[in-house]
């Protein structure tokens, strides 16, 4: 089944303490993103990347870091998380940025919350 | 900055009853999309509207683009229950990939 999938999907966590939340794709997709979603505030992007070892910031990067060593795989990374962090984060890919279309598949999200 | 907006941010309508959702966009993009979010869960693409003028219909939902305008719309035909949901547009921006979404619509259909 072509999904993309997150993993954890619920997290509690403090403050300072380093996390990963993994994302993986199984689409041979080269386009992945990440977003949060907070109330009031739709969805931001933090990261994206076009493909292997390219990535890039989205609207709302800071405290945030990303890596794309694999194709099928973009985690996010808090290296100390902060609670303004607490939200609900969705990944993201689609086939590829030079088609016209960027038609983006879900993950099915990570509530983080950090006290 | 991009800006999207989206009008209503909260609709409550009667099943059978016919309604439109808007969706502002401050910049010039040639691309806009459509999701679903139902409570609880992940986001689901409805539409994806490539060129000015583009109109796609699936079931009771229509979207329209008017990249002119930076309007795009999305029309409810006979509302049923079924389309309770909160429903988002989205543009993409100068690079080719990074996008913004609106803050979303929640719509619930009363019986």
């Known amino acids: 089944e072509a999904q993309v999938t997150q993993n954890p999907r619920y997290l509690i966590t403090v403050t300072g303490k380093k996390l990963t939340v993994t994302c993986s794709q199984n689409?041979?997709?080269?386009?992945m993103s990440w977003y949060r979603q907070d109330p009031g505030l739709g969805l931001r992007q933090i990261y994206y990347?076009?493909?292997?070892?390219?990535?890039d910031k989205g609207d709302v990067p800071e405290g945030y870091k990303v890596s794309r060593k694999e194709k099928r795989n973009f985690p996010l990374i808090l290296e100390s998380p902060s609670p303004n962090q607490t939200s609900l984060y969705f990944c993201?890919?689609?086939?590829?940025?030079?088609?016209?279309?960027?038609?983006?598949?879900f993950g099915p999200g990570t509530r983080l919350t950090v006290t | 900055e991009l800006k999207v907006e989206q009008n209503p941010l909260f609709l409550s309508m009667q099943e059978g009853k016919n309604y439109t959702i808007y969706c502002n966009y401050s910049?010039?993009?040639?691309?806009l999309y459509w999701y679903r979010q139902d409570p609880g869960k992940s986001l689901e693409s409805l539409f994806v509207?490539?060129?000015?003028?583009a109109v796609k219909q699936e079931g009771r939902l229509m979207a329209s683009l008017d990249t002119k305008a930076r309007l795009s719309t999305l029309h409810i035909t006979a509302a049923v229950h079924d389309l309770s949901a909160t429903y988002f547009c989205?543009?993409?921006?100068?690079?080719?990939?990074?996008?913004?979404f609106g803050t979303g619509t929640s719509l619930t259909v009363i019986p």
């Open positions: 993201a890919s689609s086939l590829s940025w030079q088609l016209s279309s960027y038609e983006q598949y």
């Open positions: 689409m041979n997709h080269e386009y």
């Open positions: 990347s076009m493909n292997v070892e390219v990535t």
């Open positions: 910049t010039t993009s040639d691309r």
């Open positions: 509207l490539l060129s000015n003028g």
């Open positions: 989205a543009v993409d921006y100068l690079q080719p990939s990074q996008f913004y």
